[in-house]
């Protein structure tokens, strides 16, 4: 396979009337550079002004054949025009000559792969000049996951309304698990392996993290379904799905380019990226425990290449989007593995495996390069740069460079940021940030009372690096707020009771039930709780909105809070989970929405009233002596008729200035 010149993108990041950003993933080292432009259409002629001065190019080399490029441009005058549309264009130079995103006919709106919209001439965004704003958000995008990517709505959406920046959202937030680093389909494993070690340009000496790996072991981790053990052992790593767990910077690479754009799909063909099973079977590049599975094997790995192909051919829609709005993202677990800094005990068993810190760190800086850098780049100092840099250029594990950039990758604390939207939004970093307990927590219902040791999603030093981030960013209290938050602040508390207390029991005819549930939420710990509630206390937003995704449903809530000697506030949150990765189809969906309508109809109301009392015990009822703070938290019916909605979908939130209006779609 050849590869093509643009790997994927462009991808808008973040912007604001003072500078913009765009990301580029290229495998040749070209110059580059990106122009903003006005554009008036007079009588089927189009007449572009450019209003951006020289780019600023920055260009970090991953490896032989990946060069990524993030492009800076300022307004000629004072800022770039607010509330009109504004396209850019992405110019490429080798020394001799010029050419641009047109040359690779992304700007011909005939063709399928174009990244423009009807008849308008370049990719295009626009800055909202006041209160009036909207937003696409969602999260859980798994390349091989069931059913259609829910990004293929938000591009027709988009399609529909893009002259109308009444109707056009202005920004995307992704909201974690962008990629599923564990949970990789067998199909195309062996293309992930093999791109991988194509893009950097050799393969990682992994040997040299542990013996056991050593080819005179007999261990070949670059055969299909050959990683559960290895991963487990090698790493400490505690995903269930781990047979085909990315490892290297390549490999994590890869994925990111597979899961937002065409490119290579198309210069690899459909046999090459996703080679038959019985192919991989005759070349011994398959491994399998017992022939009695084979069946079984054979079955699954089919449905998975089904769910390829269909991800594939959202892919063109998938880079639309991604270059025609401001994008933004944050991590959850299995962007870099399942169960990521769930526990203390787990930290310091991925610590002590020198594979599990090596994978880690190539994780975040795979996250950093194709997520985090566009996201904020002012929070990445120069010594960032030049430990990634250094990293980069050298392949010995052995040496002072190595040790720095494991320490650095593991100890940054940064990544969470504020975005200059309107409203003003902040973004929590809740795996990085954390605090563990050394003595177990009270929880709100006695039948948790085994679980009762959750993390503290972000600690107090974390919570002022926030407030910090959020002064600076010119925000001001009384004014509204959006948080970004991968990991819902308020669960569906229908399904969480009665789920464990009446479909439990039977869930061994539904394992997808046990699959789903998720313990790793912020109420398990109830101080840390009270600290997200004492902080809005104190900024005094408004409005506060919340935005979340992880829960693999979407429903909507808003909450009375009464913090003495606070003012009462409303808190909206609304929670978009999967883009692609539906978890509860058929038995397993009707049982959920058959729980919430027979809890309905014995509680008679979608309400949940919660409280923090001065023993710091976070208990659910109305409270019959004084406590620090309550709460009434009422769910929303959503359009379906139900509190949630199961199937993949992508969230659509608008702000007017008077009002909150949202959709899942």
């Known amino acids: 396979m050849q590869l093509p010149d643009i790997l994927a993108g462009p991808i808008l990041r973040r912007t604001n009337s003072k500078e913009l950003y765009c990301w580029i993933a290229l495998s040749k080292p070209f110059e580059a550079r990106i122009e903003v432009f006005t554009v008036r259409q007079s009588n089927g002629a189009c007449f572009l002004e450019c209003i951006s001065s020289q780019s600023e190019t920055t260009i970090v080399k991953m490896g032989e054949n990946l060069f990524l490029y993030l492009m800076k441009t300022e307004p000629n005058e004072d800022s770039f025009p607010t509330g009109q549309l504004l396209g850019y264009n992405v110019f490429f130079s080798d020394g001799d000559k010029e050419w641009h995103l047109g040359d690779y006919q992304l700007l011909d709106p005939h063709n399928p792969y174009s990244i423009v919209y009807e008849d308008f001439p370049l990719p ?44 056009r959202p202005a920004s995307l937030f992704l909201l974690g698990d962008q990629i599923y680093a564990d949970d990789v389909a067998e199909p195309i494993t062996p293309f992930i392996q093999n791109l991988g070690e194509t893009l950097i340009g050799n393969k990682e000496p992994l040997h040299h993290l542990s013996e056991e790996l050593a080819p005179t072991n007999g261990k070949n981790i670059y055969h299909v379904n050959a990683r559960s053990e290895i991963m487990k052992e090698l790493c400490g790593f505690t995903s269930r799905k781990a047979a085909n767990h990315l490892i290297t910077l390549g490999e994590y690479s890869a994925m990111y380019l597979l899961s937002w754009s065409p490119s290579l799909w198309q210069a690899a063909g459909q046999s090459e990226a996703i080679p038959k099973f019985d192919e991989l079977l005759s070349n011994n590049e398959y491994y399998i425990e017992s022939d009695k599975a084979m069946e079984e094997n054979r079955k699954a790995y089919e449905e998975q290449s089904k769910a390829l192909v269909q991800l594939a051919a959202a892919t063109p829609h998938i880079r639309r989007v991604m270059a025609n709005m401001s994008v933004y993202m944050i991590f959850d677990d299995h962007d870099i593995t399942d169960d990521w800094n769930i526990s203390y005990d787990w930290m310091e068993n991925v610590w002590s495996a020198p594979l599990g810190r090596h994978v880690i760190a190539n994780g975040l800086t795979a996250y950093w390069a194709f997520q985090g850098w566009g996201n904020a780049p002012e929070s990445f100092s120069t010594h960032f740069l030049a430990v990634i840099n250094s990293r980069l250029k050298e392949r010995n594990y052995e040496t002072k460079q190595y040790e720095n950039w494991i320490s650095t990758m593991w100890s940054f604390s940064n990544w969470h940021y504020t975005i200059p939207s309107t409203p003003t939004t902040i973004v929590l970093d809740t795996r990085t940030q954390r605090f563990y307990p050394d003595t177990k ?7 948790l009372n085994n679980r009762t040791n959750g993390p503290n999603l972000i600690r107090k030093d974390g919570w002022d690096q926030l407030e910090t981030s959020l002064y600076a960013s010119g925000w001001n209290g009384g004014e509204p707020l959006i948080l970004l938050s991968a990991t819902p602040l308020y669960g569906v508390d229908l399904i969480e009771t009665f789920l464990k207390k009446v479909v439990l029991p039977i869930s061994n005819n539904i394992p997808k039930l046990q699959e789903a549930m998720d313990l790793e939420w912020w109420k398990f710990n109830g101080r840390g709780f009270h600290e997200f509630h004492t902080r809005i206390a104190s900024w005094n937003p408004s409005e506060c909105v919340i935005l979340s995704g992880d829960a693999h449903m979407a429903f909507a809530l808003a909450t009375e809070v009464e913090f003495y000697p606070f003012e009462k506030r409303m808190i909206h949150q609304y929670t978009s989970s999967p883009i692609k990765n539906e978890s509860f189809r058929g038995l397993a969906n009707l049982a959920l929405k058959g ?58 939130i608008e702000f007017t200035g008077t009002e909150i209006n949202n959709k899942f779609i």
């Open 595 to 652: 729980s919430l309508f027979l809890g309905n109809q014995v509680i008679k109301k979608n309400i949940t009233h919660r409280y923090y009392d001065h023993s710091q015990l976070l208990c659910e009822g109305i409270p019959k002596t004084d406590c620090i703070w309550k709460e009434t938290i009422r769910h929303e019916t959503l359009d379906n008729g139900f509190l949630i909605k199961t199937t993949n979908n992508i969230g659509l």
């Open 124 to 167: 295009s965004f626009f800055i909202p000049v006041n209160k009036h704003a909207s937003f696409m958000y969602g999260s859980c995008q798994k390349l091989h996951g069931t059913g259609n990517d829910a990004m293929i709505k938000g591009d027709t959406l988009i399609a529909g309304c893009w002259s109308d920046l009444h109707k």
């Open 441 to 447: 927590q009270r929880l709100i219902t006695p039948f």
